[in-house]
Every structure is written in C-alpha cells, then in structure tokens.
C-alpha cells in the first residue's frame, strides 16, 4: 500500500493538472449554459416565505430589500428588534407583501424553533431560508486575554446557522425550498487576525457541503463566499465590556475599505433564486484556492510579503487586543432565563 500511494503521489497530481487544463474550455461552456438555462428559468418569489436571520443591517438587511423588490413575504429575525421596524417598512415599500418581524437569538434552538413555527403560523411555509448572522474580529491570537469570546465567536458563526437550518429543514422539504447561507473567503484562504473567525467559517462551509449531498434535490443549498465588503464594521464597533457583554458603540468610527454589501445581496438573492450552488464575490478570489492546493509555498510566502508591514503595526489595532469586530449582523450577549420578545407585525400594523 506504501508503494502505491507512492507512486499516486507522484502520478496524480500533474495528471489531474493536465486533465483539468484540457477540460477548462469544455467546463466554462457548460456553466455557461447551465447559468442561462437557469437565468431563463429563475424561480419567482412571488408571494414566496423567505425567513432572513440578522436582518437588523448589514448584508441580512440588504437581502430583505432585494426579496422584497421580488414580491416575497418576509419574516425578518434579529435580536435588535427596533432596526427591524424600520427595515420591515422600507421592505414593504419596496415590494414585499407582507413582512414579519421577530426578535430572537439564533443561537439559542428554542429561540429557533419558536420564529420557523411563527412563520409557519402566519405563512403556512417557508421557501427560503437565509442565514446571514455573524461576527467577526480583528486581533491576534495570542494577544487574546479574556477567552470568553472564543465560544462567542463559534456560537454565532457556527450554531447560529446551524440552528435555523435543522429546525427549518424538514418544512423546506416540503416546499422543495432553499437555504442560503453567508460564509466568507477566510473559510479556506488563511488571512491575519481572524483565525477564530475563519476557523468557525471553514466549519460552516464543510457542514453545508456535507448537508448538501444529505439533502440531495429535496432542499437546495447556496453557498455565499465574500472578500472584504463593507458593513457594520465600516460604521461603528462592538467593544467587550462586562464580560462578554457586547454593546453597541455607534460613536466609535473606523475606516474600512471594501465593495459595497449591496451588490453582494443582490447577486446572493440572483444565484439563490437560478439555484446556484455557490455566489462567489469577488470571484477573482477563487484563484488563491488553485494555489494553496497546488502551491501552498508561494501563497504563503506571498501573504507574508503582503502582510509584513502590516504586522508591524500591530500597537495600532483599531480594536486593542481581545476585542472583537461585529463583522455583520447580530452580536451575542450573555445567557439569559427570560424567554425572548416575538413580535408579529401585520401589513396593517406597519402602516401605523
């Protein structure tokens, strides 16, 4: 068995380079038409349930608009109930036919279970389920000196999508639905100062992947991948205090460079709605995943060469050491015993 392996590891590497140089051209005409086929036969949203977590802002906030200007019915969940007031009349401007509001934490499973079966209440299904809570950070790992924000970090990323998506799925079936969800380039490229939040990502993107052949055509997966985009983190901060209480400090500016959140929801809801399986932006990025499987040395020597100035000026974290970025949607808190706020919002409440 030695000997074989040997011998594949010499063999199949260059083989499957020259077999995918010669197949490319044939690859990118059949996804070529497969797009226009798909294109051509776009699923309508009309009257459609889409359920959108950590819609308060950021990318969750733009895919609410973007389903809504489709003529969907929405059941927007967040923990900032008061954004999503003002977010469900925007939608409802925009197109939607009905929109709900519900304030949870899609952390929690009862949390969960509790917004899917409101939904099911009022709509009757759910067609679409979006999955865009999540929290990034900016600093170095071994700076970290309160660790209370590490399961923080992997509860949001992780089981607040994960959460959703079992208590969804078994309705999804039933309208041959779809789960969308935001996952991030940090899942397979490796970048400075995000090594929880890429970790958390990478688990996210192999659970969804995993799931995808479990749930074979019954229920559709769509995987979003993103660079850097603007969001919250252009805007404002979360900073620890208390503990790991999060709280919202919207005087505190930064400067962050990156494409707008605003097409990226709009080519999410696009591939979402053709049934792709992955909306790559920008897709660019994707050529660093050729390097890190066939070169890994090359990819991490350029990183390095990028990031060496960088790191030399880590005194100057915009953050400080241990403190976390809210990257976009929701932010965890402490765990409460009081049962969460759910509030259902009717066409005619929202005209009020």
Known sequence: MDLIN?????????????????????????????????TFYCEDMEDKVVVITGASSGIGEQ???????????????????HRLRGIAENARLMGAKHVMI?????????????????????????????????LGH????????DTSVFPLLMDINFWGNVYPTYVALPYLRE???????????????????????AAAKAAL??????LRFEVRDEVGITIATHGWIGSEM????????????????????????????????????????????????????DIFLLYRVFAPNIL?????????????????????????????????RKPHTGSPTFTRQTPFQQQK
């Open 234 to 285: 252009t805007r404002g901060r979360f900073m620890i205090e208390d503990g790991a209480e999060m709280q919202w400090k919207e005087e505190r500016e930064v400067n962050a460079f990156g494409g707008p959140i605003e097409q990226f929801a709009k080519l999410i809801v696009a591939g979402a709605c053709r049934g792709d399986a992955y909306v790559k932006y920008p897709s660019w990025y």
């Open 102 to 134: 519900m304030a949870a934490d899609v952390i929690k499973e009862d949390d969960c279970r509790r917004f899917i079966h409101e939904t099911l209440n009022f709509y009757g299904r759910v067609d679409h389920l979006v999955n865009t809570a999540s």
């Open 205 to 210: 993107l192999n659970f969804y992947e995993t």
């Open 63 to 81: 895919i609410a608009y973007e389903y809504a200007k489709r003529g969907a019915n929405l059941a927007l969940i967040a923990r900032r109930e």
């Open 300 to 332: 991490q020597w350029t990183f390095r060469l990028l990031f060496a100035s960088y790191d030399a000026r880590r005194s100057t974290s915009l953050v400080g050491v241990g403190r976390p970025h809210q990257l976009e949607d929701t932010s965890p």
């Open 175 to 197: 309208s041959n639905g779809r789960v969308i969800v935001n996952a991030s380039v940090e899942s397979w490229l490796p970048l400075p100062r995000m090594s929880l939040y």
């Open 6 to 38: 040997s011998v594949l590891n010499v063999l199949v590497p260059p083989a499957s380079q020259v077999m995918l140089a010669f197949a490319w051209p044939a690859l990118c005409f059949v996804n070529a038409c497969e797009w226009l086929y798909n």
């Open 138 to 145: 900016t600093f170095y790992f071994e700076e970290v000196n």
